[in-house]
């Protein structure tokens, strides 16, 4: 069965950090596009950031605002998120995407959720005030 695994979620304080994880499984998605997206009650998923297959290009939401890096090993066929700074307006589930069919995915693809082909689980991030 083919999978994206994210981890990393959790509870967390105002201004407190979380590093995310999205593991593949069932397939390789080590040369391919990934996306971060997020979820809040009652809103709709949003872009958050997203990288290239070869880690070279990195893009991110404005909301970011250089609290967020996105990175990725491909070795290991893993993308993180490393969160800092964070808001109450941060709590939202967080997905993983990996993009298996752009030929040459450009960063307005890469910031759309419809071109995204599997998906995670997602995992919590919630932020206290």
């Known amino acids: 069965q083919v999978q994206l695994v994210e981890s990393g979620g959790g509870l967390v304080q105002a201004g407190g950090s979380l590093r995310l994880s999205c593991a593949a499984a069932?397939?390789?998605?080590?040369?391919?596009?990934k996306g971060w997206f997020r979820q809040a009650p009652g809103k709709e998923r949003e872009f958050v950031a997203a990288i290239s297959g070869s880690g070279t290009g990195t893009y991110y939401a404005d909301f970011v605002n250089g609290r967020f890096t996105i990175s990725r090993d491909n070795a290991n066929d893993t993308v993180y998120l490393q969160m800092n700074s964070l808001k109450p307006e941060d709590t939202a589930v967080y997905y993983c995407?990996?993009?298996?069919?752009?030929?040459?995915?450009?960063?307005?693809?890469?910031?759309?959720?419809?071109?995204?082909?599997?998906w995670g689980q997602g995992t919590q991030v919630t932020v206290s005030s």
């Open positions: 995407a990996a993009d298996v069919t752009a030929l040459g995915p450009t960063e307005a693809t890469m910031k759309n959720l419809k071109s995204y082909d599997y």
């Open positions: 069932g397939r390789t998605f080590s040369t391919f596009a």
